[in-house]
């Protein structure tokens, strides 16, 4: 220790009397003041008194790294107690083959015992390389000797000690991040941070920031804290420690932070001491890390001298489950609401103290390298290196201890009064950086130049001067080069600030290695692994599946589509490829980014031991939930087949989807129903075995639930024609099926009469029409007077769209009205007006779309049937309709006509002037109608009549003089040839 | 030669505050003239080391714009006059003192022109070198021009010369201010190419004595409109001349308090009023304010939007004129009702869109609140909803 108890008083009190004097110069009111300051104080001397080393850590701090490889070094103790969660403790080991960095992570998929709008629940502690947390953990596992203990309280815990209210979790975790994806990789989770230091009452933290001329509380840190003690000795790092944390504690934080703090110090203290009884280890030989402000902590089991002891609240019966998910320096600037860049900066900070205090870090060794070494370790240890317990006496320590101590009598008093030396070193890298950061700015599109790089090397000066820095800090750098080389910011694109971070270091993604992931994301990567591409790789990786040549890669397809299902779009996606029932996979391609996005991969293994088995609980909760319905747990049947293969699974879920369509109350969802039912039974209609006895089941329930519920979908003004439809499809479509499974039509008869005279919508009675047609109730001839007569109705010509649309819709389930409706439709596009028709063709357009694969091929046969096939034979085209009508038109005149009368006809006709001055006489104006013609116009339809005209135009032909003379009569001219 | 002529000119205009006539007779004061005591203190505590010529070191004038607090250990209180981020004050404090003009952009009614001010204020004692940017700005008004009665007679001499309030500056080497920069066309900016890079003006019109050298402390501080963006840009040439700051709106509803307190007392000083703006009503401003602008970042396209840039000067205007209204047509306090007669009247600016998004506003927002709270609220409604029923 570097202090002991005895040397105290003289150590402490003339700090204390200055501060008291201070306190009594400068407040009107000294009493409080004088307590705070002499109370930080003596929390600082407690600190350094208490038997068992408090080693006092701030979050990221390079400092506090630095400063424990130090300690580690000159003496290892024999255990390390550290503020983390006691359960997390267990994934360790697995951070060997891990790139930091990485977070612990503490999961559980719901629990009973906390509000269920919680669920999941996750907890992430993130680990930097450059932390005190992460050396000390290095140490402990590369040196069997000393044990590793998280004392803190568990992730239940944490969970425990919230409020217990919906929204309580929602604040504790950080909003989505806007735009960058390495920002999220955390999820929802909550984050804890070993010795985390942030004042959080907002006045305090203000009054920081303004006093310093700092925008945030890393800066402060940076600037008053981390320069001063990086250099300095371990006592001097632990006294401004304890005096900070007993300031922060004093003043910085709010009751509620205070209240959970006490709990887990309690916690912590309880822990540690049941440690040191249990395995009668002095306390003098080991060390705990915590927080700096947990060091002037007053509760009760504050001490090894303290007997006191908590009785820990039991956990709650949550299954957690523990791994390790890949972090980034974002993630975790985002969790814990730092500003961009400080972890980076942080970094930077770190490797430039081990290159200059020459000091070599803790690491990892990967496992295999750790059994090849493991001989000339075990060699070492049996050689008696084992740690030094502080009462045999340390050799080196105390003479390093004691010669800082005589170096630095006052080493807190020397903090509080001295400014932290300059380092040249640090001149010759803003010089560096100045040019570096234009060369990287210019390569972003900026127009930047050396005199840029002047220009910002003068500012970062001139900022520090007026910022009272004593050398410019990466912030100041940061605004210089702001100031000088930004002139208009592109979102993502051109940022000076972000290009700065990248200079000082940039983010840094860690990854999981293959042993430390959890049996899914293994069995994940071994199945992927014959495909030729870099699973590891943080790009995306198009891999190019031709089963033709490569049939083994048929299962890693199947693995793509699963993985497809259950992740996020961007994790695997497909290029080329389907997956359908009864599709046989010839050539697919795929973008794989399981590197970039393992920790989507991780979180999978939460949920099972295989994609199989997560895949078979996410289908049956997406069938068997509460608030599941017929499609859903129908597309579940669908996917089970195409994913997992399980004939029981299918069967379980097919079943299900049974049993919720005969409890579906309404039709919304028919037309998804249709076609999902359809796929399966033309997929089954395949297989040698046949239908399955749930699909059987469903076509029979499905035949009676619609048949039951059409009466009331024709008369709901909420049923849509488009589910109407859907139904009846279901009905005409499957009926035949249906029927033969045992179903009886006459149950749909007695349906369709019921619905007869409940509809008021004009598509819903053309449908109701066509169903009729289709059971023989109607004939669609009968209709076709009825619509010649809406047509003819000025009042009534609106509806014809409506009318239309439904006989267009009921194409899809019988073709016995699509001549109907072709001749609907031209005599719409005929004689609808224009007010009418405009609107509507637009309309007719976009409702025809999504039918395009059903009723239209219907629609274009027949109407292929009934028009001409070329232009010329338009010319004497004319629609079938019309050739109806006349033919019955010069029937009822010839039956009314004799031949005497219809000569007397011919003769008034060529001699008109007759009859004109006739009708003058008696007021009428007369309407020539030649008989000629009309026989002319039914030529092509009538056979008789065409002769008749034939014989005409021959004789007329032959004696043009008649003609001739007649055209003269008529008009005075004479006609053409 | 030059040297010589730049020190006959300092000589005669060297006094600027001799000119000026006492704060008593005009209307608005000058920030060197209206903080004169503020000024003198500093500049005779101030021992930090001094770049140029300037009247008081960078530190001092941080603490002039931005106000003191503890750690400046200061025994006399400096208000704060620009309520910004603190960091943006110190980039342009640090550009002047560079080889570099500082640019100032933000949009309409963000404290650019008064940031401008202080800062030259602070920096030389006179912040009335000002140039106003306009499309019909010419060259000429950026350097020099002629006296047309005295070249007739005399010919083209010093004493027929009429310097520019840039020249000028350059002569005394003092903060010239260039305010709207961006409205001048691109040939007019480019004159200041040569100015902000060889610091030195040629008069070729002349044959001798015909430099005018730049004294140290000369720099330029111009404004820009964020607005006017792409209408006359700036050429690569002169942006490079320039640093560029940004001041964004003040969204910070504890500083925008702040801000609207501290103007709308300087504005109705002038009109002698000493009067207090009741909380409730500032309360009505600043949420109606946020309110609008939440709206406005929510309007998919610009018709939806206020043609307004919803800043803090608007809030300021809005206030002025209802305590105006109040004092000289009112019971002598401020209303809610001519809070809301003055804002409808200030922000429609165009009939009747703008009418229409404030109707739509009033009624789906304002409504709201007034539902749920106290009954300056409702009247505050009430007066909205006839006010905009009256626009025309």
């Known amino acids: 220790m570097p202090t002991s108890a005895n040397n105290l008083p003289t150590t402490f009190e003339p700090l204390k009397q200055q501060l008291l004097a201070a306190a009594k110069a400068f407040s009107t009111d000294a ?4 307590e705070i300051l002499s109370g930080i104080v003596d929390d600082v001397q407690r600190a350094c008194g208490e038997p068992l080393e408090i080693f006092p850590v701030c979050h990221h701090s390079p400092s506090s790294a630095v400063q424990m490889v130090q300690r580690l070094r000159s003496r290892p103790p024999r255990v390390i107690y550290m503020e983390c969660c006691e359960d997390m403790r267990e994934v360790l080991d697995g951070l060997r083959e891990c790139r930091l960095p990485v977070a612990l992570q503490a999961f559980a998929t719901s629990s009973t015992a906390f509000p269920s709008a919680w669920a999941p629940l996750s907890l992430v502690c993130p680990l930097t390389e450059f932390s005190a947390e992460f050396q000390a953990i290095a140490f402990a596992l590369e040196t069997p000797e000393t044990e590793l203990v998280f004392v803190d309280r568990s992730a239940d815990h944490v969970f425990q000690w919230m409020p217990q209210e919906t929204d309580a979790l929602e604040e504790r975790t950080p909003d989505d991040p806007s735009d960058e994806d390495d920002a999220a990789m955390h999820g929802s989770a909550i984050g804890i941070e070993i010795g985390s230091l942030v004042p959080t009452i907002q006045e305090f933290h203000e009054f920081l920031q303004k006093n310093a001329r700092v925008q945030h509380f890393s800066e402060w840190w940076d600037q008053y804290v981390e320069e001063a003690i990086i250099d300095g000795s371990l006592a001097t790092y632990r006294q401004v420690m304890f005096l900070i944390g007993s300031l922060f504690r004093r003043l910085g934080t ?27 280890i002095d306390p003098r030989d080991a060390i705990y890390i915590c927080g700096a402000a947990h060091s002037a902590s007053h509760v009760e089991e504050f001490g090894v001298k303290s007997a006191a002891m908590w009785d820990i609240p039991p956990r709650t019966e949550t299954q957690w489950l523990y791994g390790i998910l890949p972090s980034s320096y974002r993630s975790i600037e985002h969790q814990f609401a730092h500003p961009h860049g400080a972890v980076t900066l942080a970094e930077a900070r770190w490797r430039k103290n081990l290159r200059r205090q020459k000091l070599k870090a803790f690491a990892l060794e990967k496992s295999e390298a750790k059994k090849a070494t493991k001989k000339a370790a075990e060699k070492t240890a049996s050689k008696g290196k084992t ?33 932290p030396e300059v380092m040249q070193e640090d001149e010759s890298e803003l010089v560096r950086n100045c040019v570096k950061i234009v060369d990287l700015a210019r390569r972003n599109g900026y127009l930047s130049t050396t005199a840029d790089s002047i220009a910002v090397y003068q500012t970062a000066i001139l900022l520090a001067n007026l910022r009272n820095r004593r050398h410019p800090t990466p912030y100041d750098f940061r605004d210089a ?52 591409i870099k699973l590891e790789a943080r790009t995306i990786q198009r891999a190019l599946l031709d089963f033709r040549k490569q049939p083994d890669y048929l299962p890693c397809s199947k693995l793509l589509w699963q993985l497809r299902y259950l992740l996020a ?23 794989v980014a399981i590197g970039k996005y393992q920790g989507a991969v991780i979180q999978l293994g939460y949920e099972g031991i295989t994609v199989e088995h997560v895949l078979e609980r996410r289908l049956k909760k997406a069938a068997f939930g509460s608030d599941a319905r017929t499609v859903d747990a129908l597309s579940a049947t669908e996917d089970s087949i195409l994913l997992l293969g399980s004939e029981r699974l299918t069967e379980e879920l097919g079943e299900r989807a049974v049993e919720l369509l005969v409890n579906e109350p309404d039709v919304k969802d028919a037309r998804a129903i249709y076609s999902g039912i359809s796929r399966l039974i033309h997929y089954y209609r395949t297989t040698e075995a046949g239908l399955p006895p749930w699909c059987k089941s469903f076509v029979t329930t499905g035949y009676s639930h619609y048949a039951t519920l059409l009466p009331n979908a024709f008369a709901d003004r909420g049923t849509n024609p488009e589910d109407l439809t859907a139904m009846l499809q279901f009905i005409f479509t499957l009926e035949s099926l249906a029927l033969s499974l045992g179903c009886e039509r006459s149950q749909l008869v007695i349906a369709i009469k019921q619905s007869a005279d409940g509809t008021t919508d004009f598509a819903k009675q053309s449908l109701l029409w066509s169903a009729e047609c289709v059971i023989q109730l109607r004939d669609p001839a009968s209709l076709r007077d009825r619509f010649d007569e809406l047509l003819d109705n000025e009042l009534t010509l609106p509806a014809i769209p409506d009318y239309l649309g439904g006989f267009l819709l009921a194409l899809s389930f019988t073709p016995l009205v699509s001549s109907l409706t072709v001749e609907l439709m031209s005599k719409a596009f005929e004689r609808l007006p224009d007010r009418i028709l405009m609107p509507w063709l637009p309309k007719l357009i976009t409702m025809l779309r999504p039918h395009a694969a059903t009723v239209l091929p219907t629609l274009v046969k027949e109407a292929a049937a009934i028009f001409p096939n070329s232009l010329l034979a338009l010319e004497t085209w004319e629609p079938p309709w019309h050739a109806q009508a006349s033919i019955s038109e010069p029937a009822e005149s010839s039956q009314e006509l004799d031949a005497e009368q219809q000569a007397t006809n011919r003769l008034l006709f060529q001699f008109p002037s007759t009859t004109n001055a006739l009708a003058t006489c008696l007021g009428q104006s007369v309407e020539w109608k030649s008989p000629g013609k009309t026989k002319a116009s039914t030529a092509q339809q009538s056979k008789s009549a065409a002769v ?30 | 030669m030059a040297k010589k002529k730049a020190a006959t000119k300092t000589s005669s205009t060297s006094k600027p505050s001799a000119k000026k006539p006492s704060s008593d007779a005009i209307l608005r004061e000058p920030a060197e003239v209206k903080y004169a005591d503020e000024l003198a203190y500093l500049e005779s505590i101030d021992d930090s080391p001094r770049p140029f010529t300037w009247r008081l070191s960078p530190r001092m004038i941080r603490v002039f714009v931005l106000g003191s607090s503890a750690a400046d250990k200061i025994d006399r209180p400096i208000t704060t006059k620009f309520f910004g981020n603190p960091n943006t004050v110190e980039r342009a404090i640090v550009t002047l003192a560079s080889d570099r003009g500082l640019l100032l952009i933000g949009d309409p009614g963000t404290g650019k022109s008064w940031l401008a001010e202080l800062l030259a204020a602070a920096i030389c004692g006179d912040s009335t070198h000002v140039v106003q940017g306009t499309a019909g700005t010419t060259e000429d008004h950026i350097k020099y021009s002629w006296n047309v009665a005295m070249v007739i007679a005399s010919g083209q001499s010093q004493e027929s010369l009429i310097p520019s309030p840039i020249m000028t500056s350059m002569q005394l080497g003092q903060m010239g201010r260039f305010e709207e920069l961006t409205r001048c066309s691109s040939d007019v900016q480019d004159a ?75 504005l109705l000083a002038r009109n002698k009023f000493e009067v207090d703006v009741p909380p409730a009503m500032l309360e009505i401003l600043l949420q109606t304010f946020a309110d609008l602008r939440e709206t406005s970042a929510a309007a998919t396209g610009d018709d939806d939007r206020l043609e307004s840039s919803l800043s803090t000067a608007e809030q300021i205007g809005v206030i002025e004129d209802a305590m105006l209204h109040g004092q000289f047509f009112g019971g002598g306090s401020l209303a809610p009702e001519s809070l809301a007669r003055s804002l409808v009247g200030t922000l429609v600016r165009r009939i009747p869109e703008d009418v229409s998004i404030l109707n739509k506003f009033w009624h789906a927002v304002v409504d709201k609140r007034a539902k749920k709270s106290d009954k300056d609220w409702k009247e505050f409604e009430a007066a909205g909803k006839d006010a905009l029923e009256n626009i025309k």
């Open chain 1, 254 to 280: 709010d009751q509620r932070n205070r209240e959970e703090d006490e709990l887990r110090e309690r916690f912590m203290w309880t822990r540690m001491k049941q440690h040191l009884r249990d395995s009668k």
């Open chain 1, 569 to 591: 779009n961007d994790v695997v996606r497909p290029i080329m490829g389907q997956c359908q029932l009864g599709h046989v996979p010839q050539q697919e391609s795929w973008d």
């Open chain 1, 31 to 34: 009493q409080p003041l004088g």
């Open chain 1, 948 to 977: 008749d005209v034939d014989e005409v135009m021959d004789l007329l032909s032959r004696y043009p003089a008649t003609i001739n003379a007649f055209g003269n009569c008529l008009s005075g001219s004479e006609p053409a040839d």
């Open chain 1, 481 to 532: 080069a702001v100031t000088c080389i930004e002139k208009e910011a592109v979102p993502r694109k051109r940022d000076v600030a972000r290009l700065c971070d990248i200079l000082l270091g940039g983010d840094k993604t860690g990854q999981i290695g293959y042993k430390s992931l959890p049996p899914l994301a293994q069995n994940v990567y071994d199945r992927l692994s014959v495909l030729p």
């Open chain 2, 192 to 266: 200041l190419i040569s100015i902000l890079s060889e610091k030195y003006l040629t008069i070729p019109e002349l044959k001798s004595d015909n430099v005018v050298f730049a004294q140290p402390g000369f720099n330029i501080i111009a404004t820009a409109n964020a607005r006017d963006r792409g209408v006359n840009d700036l050429s690569t040439a002169l942006k490079r001349r320039f640093n560029f700051v940004q001041i964004p709106v003040v969204t910070n509803k504890k500083s925008e308090q702040e801000i609207v307190l501290f103007r709308t007392k300087e």
């Open chain 1, 387 to 419: 740690p030094k317990s502080a009462n045999n006496g340390d050799a080196e320590t105390p003479e390093v201890a004691q010669t800082s101590h005589a170096a630095d009598e006052h080493p807190l008093l020397n903090y509080l009064q001295k400014p």
